[in-house]
């Protein structure tokens, strides 16, 4: 009989398993599925994961694996199969999916961390110890807050920064312990507001899910209390002895958010998110694993975590496009919440003011529960929402003067007014007046933004930077202009026009770092001011004396050819539109614009968000885009043209060949719509498809072709399973 093998997925580029025999002195057997082997490969050593034990092939000589890392199998379980599920739909190579999900420290071999979630308490010592410590000080501060019971971690991370030192001093000189403390335990607190009734209504219907996997779209418009019927929900899943995921947008992860969560479930709340240390993402994966964690809110990745005890999975703001890895393994967060939550045998809740169409198609076809918030929470007004046509008007720094003449009267009577742009930088291009010559990206097909008032150039694909240069490279005039406006400009000009008021300016560049949102909207304060900024102003946080939004940056995504743009526009104006005036203050919001004609403006005035979906879904159908059609993107880049071409044409022979009568069309070898980026060429093909399994059936022939295409050597390509966009 032959020998055993350990057949392993390795993060490596190749869509095959890699064949080992055991360490030596070991025999393998079905118990090494799912754990970790560091292996030899080439002259390097690798971190992988066992997929399967087979009879070792007689004929060829197989290398030893270095070292069984775990002694129990890592992934097991439904995670486990809805990793080596995702490699497949993806069509990208298991050791990749694995490498994408599973936090840095284990993927590089760590020992998996101890997860139990420890809370700090006062000793005998401890509890008397407060009159011999510095009034004022931290030490004294942590005392005191212990001295009303034990606490965990996160909680302290949250009320008291720089604890941790202090937690050091006291714990040294025996006041302070630390205890394990079983979270099951805990319940959540009672409610603090009283839900209303159609807030009541989606809390029971999600109740009455719970057991088993349904998903439901909570379509409620902004301020109609949605967070609420999460907590609710998720309150309940924890009173049955459940976990729930929670997963945010990139942006929606603020420490508002976390707040909130925290004091309302009354259990620790953990978190994962770009700005986590390794050890701790490790930590969080294995307090899940274990079920000592109860609540996860976390961003993309956080759908990967284990969930033995799942109860709910939440998805807010589900039409947000970070859901979507937009590199490496391109997986949809949402899409993968679906699969787990059926796999696991309970209820998606999907959030939005502006669910994505595909969502509204699943609810209207009655795939998903529809339940609706059409109304704000606690008696809030909608806002009234007026074009302002600046055709013919005199603008400055691109604000007409009905713009600044509402923002006067907003700041006259003690609000706070957004105004919102989504162009960062001073301005979009850099003009020659006497010849027309714009400054370009050197390395892309784009022209360098103007940044810092003139001072900098920058490229907003391949991050170039460039001086401006003296006078125009191409007639040698010295009339080099800013054209256009981006949020430092409109800074700029309100700081002129208000200069007692608070401005606040909100995009990448002021954002930077952990915190620096919320350091931000904390310059802000209470008193009147203007926030200007990009869309990362259009959700999240709760800006309750914002009673002015003034949109003055639509125009530019109006005309975008992309199958997605009017959907995100929508999307976007919407959410924006809907900071304005919550409680008790009716808020106003303008919409500035050369083209007050234009269908998606007025299909948006006239019925909102239902009635963009009403007219955009039947002309996806007829295109044959999704939700009715089905989609896989071949990117491909090299530093020439040629290659991208040969290799394209290749794909699509391929494919022409394995699709025999099935329907598939196949649009390309195309340029990219951007066709050079960081000075590499990008081509393209698009597969598409009205039926999803025979898109899929083909990727499942297809895709292991393409590494073997002798064309492929020579560029780097891709695949994108239900691209978010075409370029
Ligand atoms: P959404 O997530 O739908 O935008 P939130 O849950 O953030 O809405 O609620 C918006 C505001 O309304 C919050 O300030 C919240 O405290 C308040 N709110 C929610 N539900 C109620 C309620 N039933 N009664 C009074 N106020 C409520
Ligand atoms: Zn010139
Ligand atoms: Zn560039």
């Known amino acids: 009989m032959p020998a055993l093998c350990l057949r392993v997925a390795l993060p490596v580029p190749r869509p095959d398993l890699f064949d080992y025999l055991p360490p030596p002195a070991q025999t393998a057997d079905p118990g090494w599925v799912g754990c970790r082997l560091r292996v030899p490969f080439g002259r390097r050593q690798l971190v992988g994961v ?88 931290r030490p004294r501060a942590l005392v005191e807050r212990l001295a009303t019971g034990s606490q965990d971690e996160a909680t302290l991370d949250e009320a008291l920064p720089g604890w941790r030192a202090a937690a050091r001093t006291l714990r040294g000189r025996g006041l302070v312990e630390t205890v394990a403390v079983d979270a099951a335990a805990a319940l959540p607190a009672a409610a603090t507001v009283a839900p209303n009734q159609a807030q009541q209504a989606a809390i029971d219907a999600i109740v009455a899910a719970l ?25 309940e899943c924890l009173r049955r002895g459940r976990q729930a995921l929670v997963l945010v947008p990139e942006i929606g992860l603020t420490p508002q958010t976390l707040r909130r969560f925290r004091q309302r479930l009354g259990v620790p709340v953990e978190t994962l998110h770009s700005g986590l240390a390794d050890g701790e993402r490790a930590r969080v994966w294995a307090a899940m694993a274990d079920g000592q964690a109860r609540v996860l ?29 937009q590199d490496g393994v391109r997986y949809s967060a949402r899409d993968l919440a679906l699969v787990r939550g059926k796999a696991l045998a309970v209820p998606v809740l999907l959030g939005s003011a502006t669910p994505a169409l595909e969502s509204l198609a699943a609810a209207r076809a009655g795939r998903y529960l529809h339940l609706r918030l059409a109304e704000r929470a606690g008696g809030a007004k909608p806002p009234v929402v007026r074009v302002v046509d600046v055709r013919r008007r005199p603008l400055s720094a691109g604000l007409s003067p009905e713009l600044r003449e509402a923002l006067a009267a907003c700041l006259q009577r003690g609000e706070q007014a957004l105004v919102f742009k989504n162009r960062r930088g001073y301005a979009p291009a850099l003009l020659c007046h006497d010849c027309g010559w714009t400054a370009q990206c050197r390395r892309c097909d784009a022209a360098l933004s103007v940044h810092r008032a003139g001072r900098r150039l920058l ?23 800013p054209q256009g406006t981006g949020t430092e400009r409109i800074e700029e000009a309100l700081t002129d026009a208000f200069p007692a008021a608070r401005l606040v300016r909100v995009d990448r560049e002021t954002t930077r770092g952990r915190d620096g949102l919320k350091a931000q909207l ?17 959700k999240g946080h709760d800006l309750p004396r914002l009673s002015l939004v003034a949109v003055v940056g639509v125009d530019e995504g109006l005309f975008s050819a992309d199958f997605r743009a009017g959907e995100r526009l929508a999307q976007l104006l919407v959410q924006v539109a809907g900071r304005a005036g919550r409680a008790d203050r009716p808020g106003q919001v303008l919409l500035q614009t050369h083209h007050p004609d234009h269908p998606l403006l007025l299909t948006l005035l006239a019925g909102g968000y239902r009635l963009f979906a009403d007219n955009a879904l039947p002309e996806r159908e007829a295109a044959g885009f999704p939700p009715f059609g089905y989609l896989a993107l071949l990117r491909a880049e090299a530093l020439e043209e040629a290659p991208l071409r040969e290799f394209l044409a290749a794909a699509r022979e391929l494919a022409e060949a394995g699709a025999g009568a099935r329907a598939l069309t196949l649009h390309g070898p195309l340029p990219a719509p951007m066709l050079r980026r960081a000075g590499r060429m990008r ?31 020579r560029v780097r390509w891709s695949l994108d399973v239900d691209p978010l966009d075409l370029y």
Not at 53 to 59: G, L, Q, Y
Not at 468 to 475: I, N, T, Y
Not at 523 to 532: A, E, F, K, S, Y
Not at 700 to 708: E, F, G, I, K, S
């Open 211 to 235: 057991g088993g996997f349904q998903p439901i779209l909570l379509d409620g418009v902004t301020g109609s209390g949605k967070t609420e019927v999460y907590l609710e929900a998720i309150a």
């Open 683 to 713: 081509w393209q093909l698009l597969l598409s498809s009205p039926s999803r399994p025979a898109l899929q059936a083909l990727l499942d022939r297809w895709t292991p072709a393409l590494y073997d295409l002798k064309q492929a050597r």
């Open 459 to 481: 490229c907003h694909h391949c991050g170039a930077e460039a001086r401006p240069p003296p006078a125009c490279p191409d007639c040698g005039g010295l009339a080099l202009q």
């Open 522 to 538: 904390d310059r802000l304060g209470d008193g009147p001011g203007i926030l200007v900024g990009t869309q990362m102003l259009a």
């Open 297 to 325: 809110v976390g961003t993309r990745s956080a759908v990967f975590c284990p969930l033995p005890r799942a109860g709910l999975i939440v998805i807010d703001e589900e039409h947000d496009g970070s859901y979507k890895q």
């Open 50 to 137: 066992v997929a399967a034990v087979e009879p070792a092939a007689e004929a060829r000589p197989l290398r030893e694996a270095l070292e069984r890392i775990d002694p129990t199998p890592l992934l097991a379980g439904e995670l486990w199969q809805t990793l080596q599920w995702a490699a497949r739909y993806y069509h990208a190579p298991l050791g990749e999916m694995l490498a994408t999900a599973l936090p840095s420290r284990l993927r590089e071999g760590a020992a998996r961390h101890d997860s139990r979630i420890r809370h700090w308490r006062l000793t005998e010592a401890g509890a008397s110890a407060r009159t011999g410590l510095r009034a004022g000080g």
